[in-house]
């Protein structure tokens, strides 16, 4: 199942090699959105690291807030806040 974010945010759906993207947060350099592309190079890395385990690994919020060791809710209100800034 897609996420909410990835629905909302097609431009964030890519494929690629991770071998030809060193770091971690490299996805975000396939971006093709300038906006979007701006507004996630503006996020905390806290954030940046939730976005990752969502679209890339492709946790759900419950398996992200199992392995935070917080609530479903409190990754749930978090990816909210991040969805409001990325609008």
Known sequence: MRSSLLKKFPALSTTFDEQDFPGQYAWIDTIEDPDLFRKINLLSNADLELLTLLVIHGYSEAEIARQRGCSRNTI????????RFLK
């Open 76 to 83: 749930s209100k978090k990816f909210a806040r991040i969805k």
